[in-house]
């Protein structure tokens, strides 16, 4: 194939020219804006919520959560390993202490062991729970790759425990439980904070962006009044508080109103691409497609082979770099946080499935714009490739 096929790429096949040209015509390009105000109120609405903050980043998003959760030196935060790194970093920022929880075969993180972390590691009172003598203040839960977490029992838990549950769901704007207790609940949406990102690679994009939601409404409020340099009146610039720039451009916010206009067509897209690439891969014996929870609808952001090692002894860097030179861009899953030269000292505990499947998935394109031509291309190639990678094993 002449045209090279990328990983993950924006799609801009709506409004968003029109919106962004009309913010620009009428010189709200900043902070300010309408548009700002509309994205909001739309991602309220399509996520079935009361409030809605829009700040620069996921990554803001995350720390301004754990802000309002009260969370500081001193306090614990339960963790994962697998996931990108800005799930971790804004612990650090409040200068707390990340504890690395292993996932289950979600990728996300098991509640099994968060459960046996909490009896066997920890002390609890009857009000709150100490590790180390120090207070477990909140959990950073991951919905990986648009799949869900086991939120009915991670919600337990720390129900239980009196956790904070932060829920990252930057990639999996759109996923909903379809059973259950959460039936109808989207990611982001069930734990006391929910976080969301709209990066380049994301199922919609701003270009760079982030939104944050609350159970409780007013603590959205206040995220937002922190986004914007705690300024408590415009005209004698008056702040009582330290403050962030952390607020979403009106411009970004003009082009999130286009492209969330798109958002159940593209997770259309996701499904309908991801069902053509599970049913073609579902008799290779070297790889086959890792399948999302049954008791969801997901957005399927990405897509993930899981690479049977017993067969395929290639480093994965070396499989990326082959496909590459056939024009098929792929990627790792991620470099383990706990490995990291920032957190290697950090406490991990029972990591045994994030190891196992971060030397063995690979992440194909999945563009809402690839063609069935061109994920037939992916899907011969990759087939091609590993048979020749078993035959050298």
Same mark, same amino acid.
């Given at each position: 194939m002449d045209k090279f096929i990328p990983l993950s790429i924006p799609n801009f096949e709506g409004n968003e020219r029109k919106y962004v040209d009309d913010a620009v015509d009428k010189v709200w390009v900043s902070t300010g804006g309408a548009y700002v105000n509309? +994205? !909001?109120?739309?991602?309220?609405? +399509?996520?079935?919520?009361? *409030?809605?903050?829009?700040?620069?980043?996921?990554?803001?998003?995350?720390?301004?959560?754990?802000?309002?959760?009260?969370?500081? +030196?001193?306090?614990?935060?339960?963790v994962p390993p697998l996931t990108f790194?800005? /799930?971790?970093?804004?612990?650090?920022?409040q200068? /707390?202490?990340?504890?690395?929880i292993d996932c289950d075969d979600s990728f996300c993180l098991d509640p099994v062991k968060l459960k046996s972390f909490c009896e066997n590691e920890c002390k609890w009172d009857g009000q709150k729970l100490t590790f180390n003598n120090s207070r477990v203040k909140a959990l950073v839960v991951v919905?990986?790759?648009?799949?869900?977490?086991?939120? !009915?029992n991670i919600m337990a838990i720390a129900h239980h425990y009196n956790i904070t549950v932060i829920e990252? /769901?930057?990639?999996?704007?759109?996923?909903? &439980?379809? !059973?259950?207790?959460?039936?109808?609940?989207? /990611?982001?949406?069930?734990?006391? +904070?929910?976080?969301?990102?709209?990066?380049? *690679?994301?199922?919609?994009? %701003?270009?760079?962006?982030g939104a944050v939601t609350s159970k409780a409404p007013y603590k959205v409020d206040h995220m937002r009044f922190l986004s914007t340099q705690a300024k408590t009146d415009p005209h &004698? &610039?008056?702040?009582?508080?330290i403050g962030y720039n952390y607020r979403m451009t009106n411009l970004q916010a003009a082009l999130g109103c286009a492209q969330l206009e798109e958002l159940p067509e593209f997770i259309r897209r996701k499904q309908q691409n991801y069902e053509h690439y599970f049913n073609s891969f579902k008799d290779f014996k070297f790889c086959s497609v890792v399948p999302f929870r049954e008791d969801i609808s997901s957005n399927k952001w990405f897509y993930s082979l899981f690479i049977d090692r017993d067969f395929i002894k290639t480093p994965i860097i070396e499989i990326i770099t082959r496909?590459?030179?056939?024009?098929?861009?792929?990627?790792?899953?991620?470099?383990?946080?706990?490995?990291?030269?920032?957190?290697?000292? !950090? %406490?991990? &505990?029972?990591?045994?499935?994030a190891p196992f499947y971060a030397s063995r998935i690979l992440n194909i394109p999945c563009s809402t714009q690839i063609s069935s031509d061109e994920i037939e291309y992916v899907i011969m190639t990759i087939k091609k490739l590993f048979m020749e990678l078993a035959n050298e094993s």
């Open positions: 509309k +994205f !909001e109120s739309d991602l309220a609405k +399509f996520l079935k919520v009361d *409030n809605v903050a829009v700040c620069q980043s996921g990554t803001s998003a995350l720390h301004l959560s754990l802000i309002e959760a009260g969370v500081s +030196f001193g306090d614990t935060v339960l790194i800005a /799930a971790v970093n804004p612990v650090k920022y200068h /707390a202490t990340p504890v690395f919905h990986v790759f648009g799949n869900m977490a086991d939120m !009915e990252d /769901a930057t990639e999996a704007l759109g996923t909903k &439980y379809t !059973e259950g207790k959460y039936k109808g609940k989207f /990611a982001g949406t069930i734990g006391d +904070f929910g976080a969301f990102s709209f990066n380049g *690679n994301k199922i919609i994009t %701003t270009g760079g962006g &004698y &610039y008056l702040h009582d508080e496909l590459k030179e056939v024009k098929i861009e792929t990627r790792p899953i991620w470099g383990l946080i706990n490995e990291q030269k920032p957190y290697q000292l !950090e %406490t991990t &505990y029972k990591l045994e499935k």
